[in-house]
């Protein structure tokens, strides 16, 4: 229905120009009706939209409740179960030969290296000279004894004289013992020359070069007994006191490798500089000759038992804003959002540890279309999820 003009605008004007004012209002006015018009279908195409939007096609499961393993994750390094430093036990002789070399596999008593053996080997003649001059001695002074003794029963030398020649019988006894004892010595010296390995074990650092002079307290060779090799985790104190010996634990080298093992034992002292402790993993042997190295750093956890946790596909878990979400749906079928807190991971599954009731429906999968309150329509349901292994 057109709207009248105004008479003021009209009468107002001057004759010559009113036509033109009457066709500029008609204008506008037919110009107002076309855009209420439009807006108006806009807006009833929306609201029809809205009305026959389908509902969200989802599938729905249920939380689990299940047995999972407590786990305690660590790092640290490995190290030697032990490492033996050998050296020289004379000192001043001229290294002359060299028979290992780091990476080397040696056994108890194998010879590592040689000294010099020609000043020894002068010492212990010296003194095998030494033990034969001795036995001479007493040799002769054990017959002077037994002559002085038949003497006194005849009555030709005095008792003073028989008590002398037995002094001299012993004095003569001690000089060979003693020669004999330096004679020990200097072969003891001259085995000495040879430096051994003190255990089974492979050679992890080499110091010894030939020509070079023996000092005292010098490091020649560095063995890891036995070839053993453990792990030293750094843990909490906290966390220290959860771990017992026997406890099995794994880690993983850089490479990916998997090596089991199992506590030996915790330290007893924490360090005030970091306030951690370690605890030491024995590591197999067959592994710590294929694949180990002593000073790899490796990643790990300890089992400490299992402990019944409420799980739901990871797939079900929304994070939004920092925070974790699910979407529950109710009788209606509408979805609500709903904030959860999350724990441990394992394999495609998710603790809930707060804010899910165990008898929802929650969304497995379709949740990343879904806003709260939106209709939702069932395809699938399943309640019977795997537990954790």
């Given at each position: 229905m057109p709207l009248p003009l105004p008479d003021s605008l009209i009468s107002g004007a001057p004759k010559s120009?009113?036509?033109?004012?009457?066709?500029?209002?008609?204008?506008?006015?037919?110009t107002a009706v076309v855009i209420f018009t439009q807006r108006g279908g806009q807006e009833g195409i929306a609201a029809g939209s809205v009305a026959s939007r389908p509902a969200l096609t989802v599938t729905l499961t249920t939380p689990q409740s299940s047995d999972w393993p407590r786990r305690?994750?660590?790092?640290?390094?490995?190290?030697?179960w032990q490492e033996a430093v050998i050296g020289a036990e004379l000192a001043g002789l001229r290294m002359t030969e060299v028979l290992v070399n780091v990476g080397d596999h040696v056994s108890k008593g194998q010879e590592l290296a040689r000294l010099s053996i020609d000043m020894v080997t002068a010492d212990v003649a010296?003194?095998?000279?030494?033990?034969?001059?001795?036995?001479?001695s007493l040799a002769d002074a054990r017959a002077t004894a037994k002559r002085n003794l038949d003497l006194q029963a005849k009555g030709f030398i005095s008792p003073q004289a028989l008590t002398q020649a037995e002094t001299n019988e012993q004095t003569a006894v001690a000089r060979l013992a003693a020669a004999h004892a330096r004679l020990q010595a200097e072969e003891v010296r001259l085995a000495q020359t040879r430096v051994l390995a003190p255990d089974d074990g492979v050679i992890s650092e080499r110091n010894a070069t030939v020509g070079s002079l023996t000092q005292p307290g010098q490091e020649l060779f560095r063995l890891i007994r036995g070839e053993r090799l453990?792990?030293?985790?750094?843990v909490t104190s906290a966390e220290a006191d959860q771990l017992q010996p026997g406890m099995p634990a794994t880690l993983w080298l850089p490479s990916g490798v998997e090596i089991k093992g199992s506590v030996r034992m915790v330290a007893p002292t924490i360090d005030p500089a970091t306030r951690t402790a370690l605890v030491y993993v024995d590591l197999p042997l067959a592994d710590a000759r294929a694949t180990l190295r002593a000073g790899t750093f490796a990643r790990g956890e300890f089992e400490l038992g299992r402990q019944t946790a409420l799980n739901v596909p990871q797939s079900a878990v929304l994070m939004r804003d920092g925070f974790a979400y699910v979407f529950t749906v109710d009788e209606a079928s509408k979805a609500r959002q709903t904030k959860v807190t999350i724990g441990r991971r394992s394999g495609e599954l998710i603790e809930i540890t707060d804010g899910?009731?165990?008898a929802s429906r929650i969304v497995v999968s379709g949740a990343g279309f879904l806003t709260d309150g939106d209709t939702v329509r069932v395809v699938e349901a399943n309640s019977a999820l795997t537990g954790a292994q």
């Open positions: 120009r009113r036509p033109r004012l009457i066709i500029a209002a008609i204008a506008l006015i037919v305690l994750p660590a790092q640290g390094s490995i190290a030697a010296q003194a095998r000279a030494s033990v034969a001059e001795a036995a001479a453990e792990w030293r985790a750094e899910l009731d165990p």
